[in-house]
Nanobody, 123 residues
Framework: QVQLVESGGGLVQAGGSLRLSCAAS????????MGWFRQAPGKEREFVGF???????TYASSVKGRFTLSRDNAKNSVYLQMNSLKPEDTGVYYC?????????????????WGQGTQVTVSS
């Protein structure tokens, strides 16, 4: 069973930066596609980005150019560097993993989820 634990959330002013981390245990981390999703109050969960086992990444248009994904397979960890944050980036950020070989922007395709970490961007 894969367990994911996010950290690094917090309160930041607009224009600031945060770095989220997701530590994985169980399974074979290096073979997983790791995704990030977020959910704002009263809104549906939305895709943020994913990174493949070899480091290729894709981002939602709303965060492209501001957010960067990276992973360290030796540390079983994935990171989401968030720059130029906006109030609309506020929400709970979730790390997710899938052992499948097909990349996906759909949450239902990810079998494993963390508990989430709150990100609040003040204007």
């Amino acid at each position: 069973q894969v367990q994911l634990v996010e950290s690094g959330g917090g309160l930041v002013q607009a224009g600031g930066s945060l770095r989220l981390s997701c530590a994985a245990s169980g399974g074979t981390f290096s073979s997983y596609i790791m995704g990030w999703f977020r959910q704002a109050p009263g809104k549906e969960r939305e895709f943020v980005g994913f990174i493949t086992w070899i480091g290729g990444s894709t981002y939602a248009s709303s965060v492209k150019g501001r957010f960067t994904l990276s992973r360290d397979n030796a540390k079983n960890s994935v990171y989401l560097q968030m720059n130029s944050l906006k109030p609309e980036d506020t929400g709970v950020y979730y790390c997710a993993a899938t052992a499948g070989r097909r990349t996906s922007t759909t949450g239902n395709d990810y079998a494993y989820w963390g508990q989430g970490t709150q990100v609040t961007v003040s204007s």
